[in-house]
T-cell receptor, first 114, second 113 residues
Framework: NAGVMQNPRHLVRRRGQEARLRCSPM?????VYWYRQLPEEGLKFMVY????????ESGMPKERFSAEFPKEGPSILRIQQVVRGDSAAYFC????????????FGPGTRLTVL | SQQGEEDPQALSIQEGENATMNCSYK?????LQWYRQNSGRGLVHLIL?????REKHSGRLRVTLDTSKKSSSLLITASRAADTASYFC?????????????FGTGTKLQVIP
């Protein structure tokens, strides 16, 4: 029973490029959450998705960031035209339906923007 | 501002000693959770305490919750070097019907062998 999988674990992009971060939830989990963690800080909520639906994107920057969780395949967090300030660790968590108490976290993707 | 605030920000103890970390929050909650994060790694869920519970144990961990003071504490007894990590509290506010947790900034615990 694999845990939450994220890939890549490390991603380096130059300013202006696109970053795509993938998250495969635990088997049977239909709720996915994305968080961003800046160095020496706690995790900040970005977006909550269920299959094919964005439920809450109140933590997402208004521009350049988007997320999806298609019927088939992993959840994708997409950052267009990355800037140095996007450098952070991005964590995905999943929970079972209907909305489980415990979120299970993936190992994170560390994005570095040069 | 952050819902959860851990105190102290950093703590250094000798192996075998107990470590106590505190968390304060602002709004009413459904539950409060503690997570551990080893350096450069993801979060590991430690324990969840619901708003109607006052104390909970799990192995060497003891969590208390005081909803009147909007605070929680995490006690790690007989600490080990492997307990060295950052510890975060996360609160699930009474809203939305789903778990939108908010994390504090964490307590960095160093256990010296």
């Amino acid at each position: 029973n694999a845990g939450v999988m994220q890939n890549p674990r490390h991603l380096v992009r130059r300013r202006g490029q696109e970053a795509r971060l993938r998250c495969s939830p635990m088997k049977g989990h239909s709720h996915v959450y994305w968080y961003r963690q800046l160095p020496e800080e706690g995790l900040k909520f970005m977006v909550y998705l269920q299959k094919e639906n964005i439920i809450d994107e109140s933590g997402m920057p208004k521009e350049r960031f988007s997320a999806e969780f298609p019927k088939e395949g992993p959840s994708i967090l997409r950052i267009q035209q990355v800037v140095r300030g996007d450098s952070a660790a991005y964590f995905c968590a999943s929970s079972p339906p209907p909305s489980g108490d415990t979120q299970y976290f993936g190992p994170g993707t560390r994005l570095t923007v040069l | 501002s952050q819902q959860g605030e851990e105190d102290p920000q950093a703590l250094s103890i000798q192996e075998g000693e107990n470590a106590t970390m505190n968390c304060s929050y602002k709004t009413s909650i459904n539950n409060l959770q503690w997570y551990r994060q080893n350096s450069g790694r993801g979060l590991v869920h430690l324990i969840l305490i619901r708003s109607n519970e006052r104390e909970k144990h799990s192995g060497r961990l003891r969590v208390t919750l005081d909803t009147s003071k909007k605070s929680s504490s995490l006690l790690i007894t007989a600490s080990r070097a492997a307990d060295t990590a950052s510890y975060f509290c996360a609160t699930d506010p009474n809203s939305g019907g789903y778990q939108k947790v908010t994390f504090g900034t964490g307590t960095k615990l160093q256990v010296i062998p």
